[in-house]
């Protein structure tokens, strides 16, 4: 019997590693906001008690935060301008090409 909350715990260990690692700390903590959420809802349902307050403003400013981060994703600044020198070096390889072919033609 002592060893079940130890076993317990460290799987509980190894599965939060295993969704950081593949999901991300950002989606692991939107991921325990709304379990958080979700374990006060059902405890509201199963002792019928009333969703308090505080638990729908923080439902609400949770939902908020991840609309936020959907819509508005971190952009590297470096992968910008490392994106935009691959398209320079695009096009002016393109236009040295166009030029050859101009000159073949006369």
Do not use: C
Not at 28 to 45: D, P, R, W, Y
Not at 53 to 64: C, D, M, P, R, T
Request: hydrophobic share 45%; glycine share 10%; no cysteine.
């Amino acid at each position: 019997q002592m060893l079940i909350p130890i076993v317990v715990n460290a799987l509980g260990g190894i599965v939060v590693g295993l969704v950081t690692k593949y999901a991300g700390s950002v989606r692991k903590g939107f991921a325990l906001i709304f379990g958080m959420l979700f374990t006060g809802f059902i405890q509201s349902v199963i002792d019928g008690a009333p969703v308090t307050k505080e638990q729908i403003v923080g439902g609400l400013i949770a939902a908020f935060s991840l609309w936020m981060h959907a819509t508005n994703p971190y952009v590297d600044p470096t992968a910008i301008s490392k994106s935009n020198e691959f398209v320079d070096k695009k096009q002016a390889r393109s236009n040295g090409k166009r030029r050859k072919k101009t000159v073949k033609e006369d």
